[in-house]
């Protein structure tokens, strides 16, 4: 049965596997569209009596009786980074002196050794691996438009040199990335390389050779048919996409004689077998089990837990400055109040302290002593009633002002009382002083004359 329409849509298409790339295999198969095959290729409306009929156009038989159908249909099976080799590289490295770099020598000798063995089993169906030049140029020379005259940008000509793929990074581990995070004299190279995120990638490229049967080998009848790239983190990008369910992709050929032939790309990777499973469930279970002691011992064993059914209260303030007063060197003595029902605090907290003196500077009219001195603590509450109607008692935090005069005699300029907000965030509380306008607290973001409150249930 024929298909039905052919697949036009030659986008990429993304994937992400946990599993090995090595075990991507690739089912290709290439096929010359004759006489007798395009027949089911044309709209049934322009089949009519008056049609000649185009079997009549099939190839006819050589003098030996010998009907070139290897060269009409080709199917290959073709692993992650398979080297199959052209007609045209297999003449290429035949000559030694073709050869210029060591991969190319490796390439000779590959192909002496199938030479002696019978030849490639390939013929037009070949690919190009992430080390081939053509891989390298096809990187370098990509358009960025489909325009004829397609001028480069400035953002194109400086990331020509940015290489998007595998490279080896031994020397960057170790102790030498961690005693130089910072390069206070980076080279252009560098600064180009480092400019964007660049993720590396390893390239293959599925090649067809359509040109005629005694014309192979030359680079103008050179046709991509498959695109496949892998980055480190797994994403396999196809171009384009699996065949599927769809119908297969078609070429025209250009030139002399047009012709027209259709391809088609299966995922043939081999499943896993349910012992592999196990034994790969097994190695990610004991992979995720050492990163999460990793991950331990980063916390270390001093992170500790809140009780269940506990609130734990932390307080972070400012004591800003102190405005209004009378007389000179003043200081602030601030205690905290807990509750004495279900509130609690640790052993070794203060819930007091006192700021140093500060001499006053004048404000406009006032005289205003700026202290900027931090303070915290910590509480617990025990939440016992679990009724909506049961809200705790909060904590209260005094504030006396005192001064420091010549003769050394201390004075007490004011004292206050407020509670602290019972939600977590910045809230608007001044201090109120028996003398003067009072104590100004802040947070560590806001703006002056606020009490911070950070909680953590």
Partial sequence: MAEAVWSTDTGEAVYRSRDPVRNLRLRVRLQRITSSHFLHYQPAAQLGKDLIGLATFRPQ?????????????????????EKLFSQFEVDLYQNEAAC???LDYQYRQEILKLENSGGKKNRRIFTYTDSDRYTNLEEHCQRMTTAASELPSFLVE?????????????GMEGSILKSRIITWEPSEEFVRNNHVINTPLQTMHIMADLGPCKKLGYKKYEHVLCTLKVDSNGVITVKPDFTGLKGPYRIETQGEKQELWKYTIDNVSPLAQPEEEERERRVFKDLYGRHKEYLSSLVGTDFELTVPGALRLFVNGEVVSAQGYEYDNLYVHFFVELPATNWSSPAFQ????????????????????????PFTFEAFFLHEDESTDALPEWPVLYCEVLSLDFWQRYRVEGYGAVVLPATPGPSWNRVPFGKGCGVCWTVWKGSASRVPFTMCW
């Fill in 61 to 81: 038989p050589t003098a030996s009786g010998h009907r070139p159908e290897e060269d009409e249909e080709e199917e290959i099976v073709i692993g992650w980074q």
């Fill in 100 to 102: 210029q770099s060591p």
């Fill in 350 to 373: 203060q819930l007091s302290g006192v700021t140093q003196t500060c001499a006053t500077k004048s404000l406009g009219m006032d005289k205003v002593a700026y202290f900027s001195y």
């Fill in 158 to 170: 400086r990331m020509a040199n940015v290489r998007r793929r595998r490279q080896d990074r031994r």
